[in-house]
């Protein structure tokens, strides 16, 4: 059974998008079927896959306003080696249009019923903002995973994320749990952001990732070639660090697994 993860901060510029882009391309490395959804009318996550989001023949608007059946919307080819539900300025509009149909929070998780089937892991990029899409990122997904930067009043943005996010499991899905907490664009010649990194792991234990990304140039220049930085620069500092935070994912599904076999 696949595994449905959100990615989401509603603040923007913390590295969702390159942290969706970046491990869904590492999982489908490492022989993983990996889905991508786009839900930033952005459409960076897109861009960033090396699709056109201004060509494309369907996006999550399809999905989710007019109720197309995920086979038709996903789009087969990427750079990254997994599919992709695109986005564009259309899906401003589904979050206009959801507002008024019945049961509008579990749009996406009607959507992917058999999508578990198919796919390993199906990750999704979810909007700077807890509107209506995001939403239904959190109704629809297994777990959370939070990328964020180890900066000033970081702690108190996440402790208040946190408490959203309890609070719209309460509403729309109950066994929604946090994935992990991944310290992004990180310098450890700085001092605050080591003194922030090490409140983090007070604070949150384990939830923290060990792996951390750094702050890479590939990682910025990567989008721009519409391309997953593995493909790129496959030894820069980025890449292994999104194919060692893939394969950290990976072992704690694995010890789950065994924890609840014995
Ligand atoms: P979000 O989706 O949360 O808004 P993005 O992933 O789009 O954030 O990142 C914001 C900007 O920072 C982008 O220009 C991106 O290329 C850049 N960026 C993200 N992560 C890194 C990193 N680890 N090192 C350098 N630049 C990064
Ligand atoms: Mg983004």
């Known amino acids: 059974m696949g595994k449905?993860?959100?990615?989401?901060?509603?603040?923007?510029?913390?590295?969702?998008?390159?942290?969706?882009?970046?491990?869904?391309?590492?999982?489908?490395?490492t022989k993983r079927k990996v889905l991508l959804i786009d839900l930033d009318p952005q459409g960076n996550a897109t861009m960033g896959s090396g699709v056109?989001?201004?060509?494309?023949?369907?996006?999550?608007?399809?999905?989710?306003?007019?109720?197309?059946?995920?086979?038709?919307?996903v789009v087969k080819e990427t750079a990254g080696g997994y599919h992709l539900v695109?986005?564009?300025?259309?899906?401003?509009?589904?979050?206009?249009?959801?507002?008024d149909v019945f049961a509008r929070e579990l749009r996406l998780r009607t959507a992917?019923?058999?999508?578990?089937?198919?796919?390993?892991f199906i990750f999704i990029d979810c909007p700077p903002s807890l509107n209506m899409l995001t939403v239904n990122a959190m109704?629809?997904?297994?777990?959370v995973l939070v990328p964020m930067q180890c900066e000033y009043?970081?702690?108190e943005g996440l402790t208040a994320l946190m408490d959203t996010i309890n609070k719209l499991a309460a509403v729309v899905n109950a066994d929604l749990k946090i994935e992990g907490i991944l310290r992004?664009?990180?310098?450890?010649?700085?001092?605050?952001?080591?003194?922030?990194?090490?409140?983090?792991?007070?604070?949150?234990?384990?939830?923290?990732?060990?792996a951390v990304i750094p702050r890479n140039i590939r990682l910025a220049e990567a989008p721009s070639f519409g391309t997953p930085v593995m493909y790129y620069d496959k030894s820069s500092t980025g890449a292994k660090a999104y194919l060692a935070l893939a394969g950290e994912i990976l072992r704690r599904a694995d010890k789950k697994v065994v924890k609840a076999a014995s």
Request: no cysteine.
């Open 4 to 29: 449905v993860i959100a990615i989401a901060n509603q603040k923007g510029g913390v590295g969702k998008t390159t942290t969706a882009v970046n491990l869904a391309a590492s999982m489908a490395a």
């Open 52 to 73: 056109d989001k201004y060509a494309v023949h369907a996006t999550a608007y399809e999905l989710l306003v007019e109720e197309k059946p995920l086979a038709e919307v």
């Open 86 to 99: 695109a986005s564009n300025s259309d899906v401003t509009a589904a979050e206009v249009r959801l507002l």
């Open 112 to 120: 992917l019923k058999d999508a578990r089937n198919h796919y390993d």
């Open 139 to 143: 109704a629809a997904a297994d777990s």
């Open 153 to 155: 009043y970081a702690l």
């Open 184 to 210: 992004t664009m990180y310098d450890p010649r700085n001092r605050l952001a080591n003194d922030v990194s090490e409140q983090l792991k007070q604070h949150f234990g384990d939830k923290v990732y060990r």
